[in-house]
């Protein structure tokens, strides 16, 4: 059977680390996984396909004698448990939705990083000083002066902070 290479290099062939996380263990056992057969740990062993068909040896198909969900089914079950593991109740987001609109960083003018330094620089402030005084982030104020606010998910609440403080025009009106 070919593994999965999990990275470990310490020898032994037989795989001292689980196949799905990459957790180096000796209590590793076999299990299949989305139709793989794989050495898992402990942490994983609940993605073992072959667990919930009653058979306990690995092999065969969990879901083919029509009272079981099928396989794909079953599949996406655990990968929904998988992802929902320990990231509690959703429906604060269903419910109340989401603030992205409330702080959108403006359309900026070409070149506003290097402004955005010199006007800090001709006041004589550092980043640190800057980020003291505005009360902003250096990693904001860092993101603005390299020209990738967009990217850092920068607001604009941010940009109207520098332009009032060092007196320069960040926003493309």
Do not use: F
Request: glycine fraction near 14%.
């Amino acid at each position: 059977m070919a593994k999965y290479s999990t990275g470990s290099s310490r020898g032994g062939g037989d795989g001292d680390a689980c196949e799905l996380c990459g957790r180096e263990t000796d209590d590793l056992r076999q299990a299949k996984v989305a139709g793989a057969t794989l050495l898992v740990c402990s942490n994983c062993r609940p993605h073992d396909d072959s667990a919930d068909s009653g058979s306990g040896s690995g092999s065969g198909d969990a879901g083919q004698d029509g009272d079981s969900p099928s396989r794909s089914q079953e599949l996406a079950r655990k990968q929904a448990e998988m992802y929902d593991a320990g990231k509690g109740d959703a429906s604060h987001w269903e419910q109340h939705g989401t603030d992205y609109e409330d702080d959108q960083l403006p359309y900026l003018v070409s070149g506003y990083g290097a402004r955005a330094e010199q006007a800090r620089q001709e006041a004589g402030l550092t980043i640190e000083e800057l980020s003291e005084e505005t009360g902003l982030a250096e990693d904001d104020i860092l993101a603005v002066e390299q020209g990738r606010a967009s990217r850092a998910n920068v607001g604009g609440s941010v940009i109207q902070a520098l332009e009032k403080r060092l007196d320069v025009t960040l926003v493309d009106e």
